[in-house]
């Protein structure tokens, strides 16, 4: 079965204090690892797609990338506007092409 | 900006009573998806469709239906709510052809308090 763990559960950084958010998987065959990003009391935004492991991809503040065993998150000098939750996602070959199995998350605190 | 659009955003709504929560994308996406989130918890997908008259169900075991009659339209009903069903209910979709899944656009979701 697929598994996927998000560390730390919750992060509290000064403004500009930059980190890094984790994501750990078990999964038979990775397809993809998907990076979202969740606001209170609103859908998941899609941020980042990775394929194969050495793989990276930036946008803005954040860069994502992957290993064969997790994926990384970088923020560097983070802003308030960057607090939110953060969701990692996988999918993989073993139960059917639908399954895409989510963390649950980390959620990040910007303070100015 | 993802164009699905789910609506109500909030209900209450009274043990034993039907809802149908609507959900309506303009991406014109082949692939739609129904997951149910609890605070604090992953999200469980509970339904998908692959394209018009095609429906399954997810992982997780759930009471509700879904159909798919219009590529743009994919509601989801409870025939008998109950408070069990209290959750957040988001909708996605994603493009790509294959049976592989691509990055899903999330709708704003729908937060049901079944009392």
């Known amino acids: 079965e697929d598994q996927v763990t998000q560390s730390p559960e919750a992060l509290r950084l000064q403004e500009g204090e930059s980190s890094s958010l984790n994501c750990s998987y078990t999964v038979s065959g990775l397809r993809g690892l998907f990076w979202y990003r969740q606001d209170p009391g609103k859908g998941p935004e899609f941020l980042f797609t990775?394929?194969?492991a050495g793989e990276e991809k930036e946008k803005e503040r954040l860069k994502a990338t992957l290993t064969k065993k997790e994926s990384f998150l970088h923020i560097t000098a983070p802003k308030p506007e960057d607090s939110a939750t953060y969701l990692c996602?996988?999918?993989?070959?073993?139960?059917?092409?639908?399954?895409?199995?989510f963390g649950t998350g980390t959620k990040l605190q910007v303070i100015p | 900006e993802a164009d699905i659009y789910q609506t109500p955003r909030y209900l209450v709504i009274g043990t034993g009573k039907k809802i149908t929560l609507e959900c309506s994308q303009t991406?014109?996406?082949?692939?739609m998806y129904w997951y149910q989130q609890d605070p604090g918890m992953e999200l469980h997908l509970i339904h998908y469709?692959?394209?018009?008259?095609?429906?399954e169900k997810g992982d997780l075991s759930s009471e509700s239906t879904v159909s798919r009659i219009r590529t743009e339209h994919f509601p989801l009903t409870l025939e008998s709510a109950r408070p069990s069903h209290t959750s957040q209910y988001l909708c996605a979709s994603s493009a790509g052809a294959g049976i592989w899944v691509t990055e899903a656009f999330f709708g704003q979701g729908t937060r049901l308090t079944v009392v």
């Open positions: 991406m014109g996406h082949d692939k």
């Open positions: 990775l394929y194969s």
């Open positions: 996602a996988v999918q993989s070959n073993s139960g059917g092409y639908q399954k895409v199995t």
């Open positions: 469709s692959y394209g018009v008259n095609s429906t």
